[in-house]
C-alpha cells in the first residue's frame, strides 16, 4: 500500500514537471506575441528561429499531458534544444562576447537593438534563454523521474 502511494506521488510529480514545461512554452509565446503585435516590436532573425522552436512546443506538450504520452520527452526536447542553443548564441551576441560581424542579421532590424531593458539587464534575449533553459530542465526532471 505504501508503495503504491508512493509511486503514485513520483507520478504526479513528474506530471506536474510537464505541466511546468507546457506553461513556460505558452507564457513565453504569448509573451513574445505581446512584444512584436502589440508593443509593436519587430522580432530580429534570431528571435523568428526561437519563436519556431518555442511555438510548436505548446502544442506538443499539451497533447503529451492530454494523451499521456510517455515519449512527450522524445518529442520536445529536439526543439528545446535547438532553440536553446539559438537563444545562448543569441545572448552571447547581444551582449558583445562574439562580434556582430558573424549574424545572420543582415536584414531587418539588428539582433543587437536593445528594444527592453528592465532593472538595467532583463532583456527578450535573456528572457528567451531562461524560457528555454527551465523547459529542458522540466523535461530533463520529468524524463528522470520517471525511470
Not at 4 to 9: A, F, T, Y
Not at 64 to 72: A, E, F, H, Y
Not at 103 to 108: F, H, I, R
Request: proline letters at 5%; glycine letters at 4%.
Amino acid at each position: 500500500m505504501v508503495d503504491k502511494i508512493k509511486n503514485l506521488q513520483e507520478a504526479n510529480s513528474s506530471k506536474i514537471l510537464l505541466y511546468i514545461a507546457w506553461t513556460i512554452a505558452l507564457v513565453a509565446t504569448l509573451g513574445s506575441l505581446f512584444f512584436s503585435e502589440v508593443m509593436e516590436l519587430p522580432p530580429c532573425v534570431l528571435c523568428w528561429y526561437q519563436r519556431i522552436a518555442m511555438y510548436p512546443l505548446v502544442f506538443i506538450l499539451a497533447i503529451g499531458i492530454v494523451l499521456k504520452d510517455k515519449n512527450v520527452f522524445i518529442y520536445s526536447i529536439p526543439l528545446c534544444l535547438a532553440g536553446l542553443g539559438i537563444a545562448v548564441y543569441h545572448n552571447l551576441l547581444y551582449y558583445g562576447i562574439i562580434p556582430e560581424s558573424i549574424t545572420p542579421c543582415q536584414k531587418g532590424i539588428s539582433c543587437t537593438s536593445r528594444q527592453i531593458e528592465w532593472l538595467g539587464f532583463i532583456t527578450i534575449p535573456l528572457l528567451s534563454l531562461v524560457a528555454f533553459i527551465s523547459i529542458a530542465f522540466s523535461l530533463l526532471f520529468h524524463r528522470f523521474k520517471k525511470n
